[in-house]
């Protein structure tokens, strides 16, 4: 017999799966895949095992000929994601450096979870399903890799999308080079150096989503997605996708990115990065969106701004998958020599908001400093991600 008369025993403790998975019944004999993010109370922050978890049954709903169509999404009312795991790679940081490595490859975590993570975004890419992502909330980092590559990407009122690693010492990853090289008027320069947040207008002007929705309407499009007739054939089940939320969507109101595009062009429009910096950090505004990202920027690791700008000249000529290749080598120097831990440090760990970068100002983070990151360990075609693209799903693309 457990227990003693009168005792209650403990509860056990559940422990929430980190992705929801459901398949709910459509028309034309179809269902529909819907995966949320279930870690609410760190804003859906994207961990190694929920990359995992996620990777895999994409790749279980694209050999399944009934799933039409599949919804990303997250757990409660504030984020579909937030960013990555932060804590994770700082403790495998600090690991790193007290073995005093030098090779970028021996930080085993770090390795496996931007491997993962990118194989991740490349796969939503080129997903030939439609791939439904509702953009609730704040979308930064690693919520941006999972939220570009989506066919249908949707904001609503209270979306917030933002790559601001500049502020803990790392740069836009994720695909991020590649994405932020195409937003118009060279604003995703601008953006890259800054931070700096965009609601649901701007994130569609930028490229990154496509429809705005009122949140209160997840529900109903969902129930009327699941009255659909699907068929057997992407491109077709693509077109009902948007035909749908074409006619249930709003038309946003421009953002500060809009309302600010000519002045942000200029300032970007020297191919020369201390030009640049040098009118941001000039700006004479009472616009406290532009206040804001000059800031940002200021207070920001010089390294970072350094190399956000030359993975973003990089990008201009490199396929996606290439692009992925590229920041996979560059995001390993980071953990190992770069001001990534230091940054997570000043903002998450000790909290004390007072980083001290390496190198200290641009003057510093020179073209030839950042040239160090580029140096891979390994022959090219022994990259970690040398067959991204090759082992496309059926009707992708590299």
Request: proline fraction near 5%; charged fraction near 20%.
């Amino acid at each position: 017999m457990n227990g003693t008369a009168g005792s209650t025993a403990p509860e056990p403790t559940v422990v929430e799966a980190p992705v929801l998975f459901e398949e709910r019944a459509a028309g034309g004999g179809r269902r529909i895949g819907i995966a949320t993010l279930n870690a609410p109370r760190t804003l859906n922050g994207l961990s190694l095992e929920m990359a995992r978890q996620l990777d895999a049954q994409l790749l279980r709903w694209a050999d399944d000929d009934a799933i039409a169509v599949v919804v990303l999404q997250g757990a409660g009312e504030k984020a579909f994601c937030a960013g990555g795991d932060l804590h994770g790679l700082y403790r495998s940081m600090r690991e790193y450096r007290e073995r005093g490595s030098t090779d970028i490859r021996d930080n085993a975590y770090a390795r496996e979870f931007f491997e993962t993570e990118y194989r991740l975004d490349h796969r939503i890419h080129t997903y030939a399903k439609p791939v439904l992502c509702w953009g609730h909330g704040i979308v930064m980092g690693g919520g941006i890799g999972l939220m570009a590559g989506a066919s249908h990407r949707v904001v609503t009122e209270r979306s917030k999308l933002a790559m601001p690693e500049i502020t803990v010492g790392l740069y836009p990853d994720v695909g991020g080079s590649w994405l932020l090289n195409r937003v118009p008027g060279r604003a995703g320069l601008f953006l890259a150096l800054t931070g700096a947040p965009l609601n649901g207008g701007d994130a569609i002007h930028a490229g990154l989503a496509d429809h705005q929705l009122a949140e209160a309407q997840r529900d109903a499009v969902l129930a009327t997605m699941g009255r659909q007739a699907w068929s057997d054939d992407a491109g077709d089940n693509h077109a009902q996708l948007s035909a749908l939320l074409t006619g249930l969507a709003q038309t946003p109101a421009p953002g500060p990115l809009q309302a600010n595009r000519e002045r942000i062009a200029q300032l970007c429009a020297s191919d020369d990065l201390d030009a640049v910096v040098a009118g941001i950090t000039a700006l004479n505004t009472d616009d406290t969106w532009l206040v804001a990202a000059r800031q940002t920027l200021a207070a920001g690791a010089p390294g970072s701004a350094r190399l956000a700008f030359e993975l973003q000249r990089r990008a201009a000529t490199l396929s996606l998958a290439d692009t992925f290749r590229l920041e996979y080598l560059v995001s390993l120097h980071c953990a190992a020599h770069g001001d990534f831990a230091e940054g997570i440090r000043a903002l998450l760990i000790d909290k004390d908001r007072a980083p001290r970068w390496n190198p200290a100002t641009l003057a510093d983070a020179t073209p030839a400093w950042a040239a160090d990151f580029l140096i891979a360990p390994w022959p090219q075609d022994r990259h970690p991600l040398a067959t991204l693209g090759a082992n496309h799903l059926a009707g992708a693309t590299a």
